[in-house]
């Protein structure tokens, strides 16, 4: 199958409006964080503000704090609603190959060398460049919230824009969401990370979040 560039655009388009976003006038919400990885498990309460900046407490170890901090900031960050003029109006997408996996386009304008693949009017594949790094993110599974679409199962690595090898652990996500509120609102639930250590041996880190209520 032939596809155009306005083709593949539109084709993006469609599958980038139908992401589960948080409505504008979302506040944030509060809760309670479990991390555990291997046999050590951390408990304490966050409060993510409007302003996506999340706080910890009741844990001491900053690096706990960092890395549940970062999970909930990601999150966020992938809620707030652009509108694809905002984001992609000085982008063109390019078809690469149509295959059953989904139909692979590159970038070329602003975001020049930018990869993504649509597939059942979803974007299941992001090779995006990101603060000098580049993040290749492969989804296998959606969760359909009614109102757009989350990412429940997926993999993600680091690719070096030099040499385009892998530069990091490739990490495996599974996501599970829960509604919260009476204005539709879908939360992270719990997060769990799989992957291999030093020592070729599969670790696994779990973050739960409890105990859910929106602010304001």
Not at 25 to 53: A, E, H, P, Q, R
Not at 82 to 111: A, C, P, T
Not at 138 to 163: A, H, M, R
Request: net charge neutral.
């Amino acid at each position: 199958m032939y596809l155009t560039e306005i083709n593949c655009k539109e084709l993006f388009k469609n599958a980038y409006e139908r992401r589960y976003t948080w409505d504008s006038k979302f506040s944030g919400y509060k809760g309670k964080c479990i991390f555990s990885v291997n046999s050590d498990t951390y408990k304490g309460s966050f409060v993510l503000g409007k302003d996506f900046k999340p706080e910890i407490h009741n844990i001491d170890d900053q690096k706990i704090v960092k890395s549940i901090s970062s999970q909930l900031f990601e999150v966020s960050i992938h809620r707030v609603k652009r509108e694809f003029k905002e984001i992609h109006s000085k982008n063109n997408f390019n078809l690469i190959k149509d295959s059953e996996s989904g139909i692979e386009m590159m970038v070329s304008g602003k975001s020049e060398g930018d990869k993504y693949r649509v597939k059942n009017n979803c974007i299941n594949m992001v090779y995006r460049k990101i603060h000098g790094i580049i993040i290749e993110i492969f989804v296998q599974e959606f969760f359909d919230t009614g109102n757009g679409f989350l990412s429940k199962k997926y993999t993600s690595q680091q690719i070096d824009p030099n040499t385009l090898k892998a530069n990091s652990l490739k990490l495996e996500y599974e996501d599970r969401f829960i509604n919260i509120g009476s204005q539709d609102i879908w939360i992270l639930n719990s997060r769990s990370i799989k992957y291999l250590n030093k020592n070729q041996e599969e670790d696994i880190q779990e973050f739960i979040f409890e105990d859910l209520s929106l602010l304001g």
